[in-house]
């Protein structure tokens, strides 16, 4: 069964930074692709950014270029999104997914599994 399991949310004040993890198990996903999506209260499911496991290629929504990164721990099956200079405005629940198509896709329907959300919240 596969599972995606997000940590390392919390409360921060603007300006800090904050890394989730998504610890994932089940299957083999090197032939896969890791995004990150954020959902705030009353908006819609976001792309933050994705990643492909096996070369690590990334790409990010425009808002949060130059502050996020993502980064992936082949041996621990993990995925890492590094936050820095938080905003107010990117508080939301954070999202790890996976897909299998062979290109990083912003597009939350193409993605095939999903964690459970983990709440990141910055404080002004």
């Known amino acids: 069964q596969v599972q995606l399991v997000e940590s390392g949310g919390g409360l921060v004040q603007a300006g800090g930074s904050l890394r989730l993890s998504c610890a994932a198990s089940?299957?083999?996903?090197?032939?896969?692709?890791m995004g990150w999506f954020r959902q705030a209260p009353g908006k819609e499911r976001e792309f933050v950014g994705a990643t492909s496991w096996a070369f690590g290629r990334t790409r990010y929504a425009e808002s949060v270029t130059g502050r996020f990164t993502i980064s992936r721990d082949i041996a621990k099956n993990t995925v890492y999104l590094q936050m820095n200079s938080l905003k107010p405005e990117d508080t939301a629940v954070y999202y790890c997914a996976a897909t299998a198509t062979i290109a990083v896709v912003p597009t939350s329907g193409k993605y095939d599994y999903w964690g459970q959300g983990t709440q990141v919240t910055v404080s002004a």
């Open positions: 089940g299957r083999t996903f090197s032939n896969y692709h």
